[in-house]
């Protein structure tokens, strides 16, 4: 059986491992990401002294509607824990980078917001963060290849049922 990914890929007979390509396919996308987020990383907290998770919610909240996220917005949109994203909170409003406030129409829901020292430190880390991309990134994919590579992983992040009706 020849192999969809061309010519000159060895066929894994290892135990365990067997020559599913599926296997190879999940576990190349594993790897590519975690290098780019501890290389992403490394390079935000050089320059920025910020995480990439913070400037992850940073974004976020900046992308959002109103410019403001609920906690439980940004627990769907994160690999946290809805305690992992509150005490990401926590720290990020003890840093001075977001703050809470309380929800017109629901006081018991509260939005994470930008402060002024949040939008200057994300100003700066996206300018930073550039930089990183086309360095670790755009440089080193074709840029027809970034056109498949952003299309996949758009059908990707959302549910079977929603990829399948776009």
């Known amino acids: 059986m020849k192999s969809r990914y061309g ?13 599913d390509e599926r296997m190879r396919t999940f576990g190349l996308l594993l790897e590519a990401h975690q290098r780019l987020t501890r290389v992403l990383d490394a390079d935000l907290q050089r320059t920025d002294g910020i ?9 976020r909240i900046s992308r959002s509607p109103e410019r403001r996220l609920t906690m439980s917005e940004l627990a769907g949109q994160v690999a946290l824990s809805a305690g992992g994203v509150t005490r990401l909170a926590d720290r ?3 840093d001075g980078l977001v703050a809470r406030q309380a929800c017109p129409s629901d006081r018991r829901r509260m939005h ?6 949040g939008d200057r430190v994300l100003g700066s880390a996206i300018e930073h963060h550039s930089v990183a ?18 299309r996949v992983l758009d059908t990707l992040r959302r549910p079977a049922a929603a990829a399948a009706t776009t």
């Open 7 to 19: 010519a000159g890929m060895a066929d894994t007979q290892e135990p365990g491992c067997g020559s």
């Open 51 to 59: 995480s990439l998770q913070t400037f992850e919610v940073l974004l």
């Open 92 to 94: 990020l409003e003890q």
């Open 112 to 117: 994470l917001v930008l402060t002024d020292d």
């Open 133 to 150: 991309l086309d360095e670790h990134l755009c440089s080193r994919v074709d840029p027809a290849d970034l056109i498949v590579v952003d």
